[in-house]
C-alpha cells in the first residue's frame, strides 16, 4: 500500500540554524499538508500547497517558515532560523483529488537546542 | 478559534470489551469528520470518516455517529483489541481542507 514517507526520522539542530524537513507524497496525491505536534499536544495545521502554491497557512506558519516541490516527487518544510519553541514532530499529510481523506507520514521529530 | 475538544484524556477497557471515545466540536459549518488513530512514535493514520448528511458510519469493527445538534462525534470499537492501544485524534475539515484536531484521547486495553 502507498505510503507517505518522511526524512529524517529525527533532526537535533541548534538554534538560529536552518532545517529542511522531507516528504515524499503518496505519487498521484496532488494536495500536501505540513502539521506539526508539540510534545503532549494536539496536531496542528501548518501549510497546505496545491498546484504549485499555498493554497492557506496557519498563524504558526510566519516569515521563518517555508515549503517547496522542488521536483515531482518531494514536497520539503524549510525552518530558516529554528526556535526552542519549533521542537516539536512535524507531519507531512498528502490526499488526492476528489477524495478528502488525508494520509500521514510518519512525521519528522525536531530537537532544537 | 475553532475547538474541538474530547471529553476523556484516557480510557481504559478490558481486551474484548467495547470502547467509546467521544468528542465535542463548535464549528456547525464543518461538514467533514475523521476519526485518527495515532500509536507511540508514528503519524496519524485515517481510521474512519463521515460527512454532515449522514449520523452514522460503519467499517471494520468501528463506526462513528455524528450528532449535528449537539455537535458531538463519536468513534466506537467493537470487541477492543490490545493492538488497539494508541491515541484516538477527532479531526474536522475546516478551509480548504485543513483539519483541525482535537487534543486526543488515549485508549489502553487490558489483555
Known amino acids: 500500500e502507498p505510503e507517505v514517507t518522511q526524512t529524517p526520522s529525527h533532526q537535533v539542530t541548534q538554534m538560529g540554524q536552518e532545517v529542511i524537513l522531507r516528504c515524499v507524497p503518496i505519487?498521484?496525491?496532488?494536495?500536501f499538508y505540513w502539521y506539526r505536534q508539540i510534545l503532549g499536544q494536539k496536531v496542528e495545521f501548518l501549510v497546505s500547497?496545491?498546484?504549485?502554491?499555498?493554497?492557506?497557512k496557519s498563524e504558526i506558519f510566519d516569515d521563518q517558515f517555508s515549503v517547496e516541490r522542488p521536483d515531482g516527487s518531494n514536497f520539503t518544510l524549510k525552518i530558516r532560523s529554528t526556535k526552542l519553541e519549533d521542537s516539536a514532530m512535524y507531519f507531512c499529510?498528502?490526499?488526492?483529488?476528489?477524495?478528502?481523506?488525508?494520509?500521514f507520514g510518519p512525521g519528522t521529530r525536531l530537537l532544537v537546542l | 478559534g475553532e475547538s474541538v475538544g474530547l471529553h476523556l484524556p484516557t480510557l481504559s477497557v478490558q481486551e474484548g470489551d467495547n470502547s467509546i471515545i467521544n468528542c465535542a466540536y463548535s464549528?456547525?459549518?464543518?461538514?467533514?469528520f475523521i476519526w485518527y488513530k495515532q500509536e507511540s512514535g508514528k503519524g496519524p493514520q485515517f481510521i474512519i470518516d463521515?460527512?454532515?448528511?449522514?449520523d452514522k458510519r460503519q467499517g471494520q469493527r468501528v463506526t462513528v455517529l455524528l450528532n449535528k445538534t449537539v455537535k458531538h462525534l463519536s468513534l466506537q470499537i467493537a470487541a477492543t483489541q490490545p493492538g488497539d492501544s494508541a491515541v484516538y485524534f477527532c479531526?474536522?475539515?475546516?478551509?480548504?481542507?485543513?483539519?483541525?484536531f482535537g487534543k486526543g484521547t488515549m485508549l489502553l486495553v487490558s489483555p
Open positions: 499529510a498528502s490526499r488526492t483529488d476528489g477524495q478528502e481523506t488525508q494520509y
Open positions: 464549528n456547525s459549518a464543518s461538514d467533514y
Open positions: 479531526a474536522l475539515e475546516e478551509g480548504y481542507s485543513t483539519l483541525t
Open positions: 500547497f496545491y498546484n504549485n502554491e499555498i493554497s492557506e
Open positions: 463521515i460527512r454532515s448528511n449522514m
Open positions: 505519487s498521484n496525491h496532488l494536495y
